[in-house]
């Protein structure tokens, strides 16, 4: 209780604030388009036992869901050992359509849904 004003209330006016810059954004565009993570795909198992990587893995999605907003990953390519590298799609409240059209457009435009890395 002591801590309310210092910490859950700062917490509310900075995910305000990124929102806010979401809503700026989304008047000049349907849909935004970035990484889902700072790598390629990481193998199975690997940095288990590692839970900055962990964090830092999901760190671009963050700012979608402190929003509330819709978002979506889907395959963008294959980068660094043939791993697969994901493109997130981010849509206003209340646009899931546009949201999944998109998507839906991508995957007609591309094959890299169908495509697996090596060796899996």
Not at 45 to 59: F, H, K, N, Q, S
């Amino acid at each position: 209780h002591g801590y309310y004003d210092a910490y859950y209330l700062q917490a509310q006016k900075i995910r305000r604030m990124i929102a806010d810059d979401f809503q700026r954004a989304f008047q000049q565009c349907d849909v935004i388009a970035g990484p889902v993570a700072p790598s390629v795909a990481r193998r199975i198992g690997e940095c288990a036992d590692d839970p900055l990587a962990d964090y830092l893995a999901d760190v671009y999605t963050l700012p979608a869901s402190l929003a509330g907003l819709p978002g979506m990953s889907v395959p963008a390519g294959f980068g660094e050992g043939g791993m697969p590298v994901g493109l997130q799609l981010i849509g206003n409240y209340l646009q899931e359509s546009k949201l999944l059209n998109v998507a839906h457009q991508l995957q007609h435009a591309t094959d890299f849904h169908l495509r697996k890395p090596e060796g899996y």
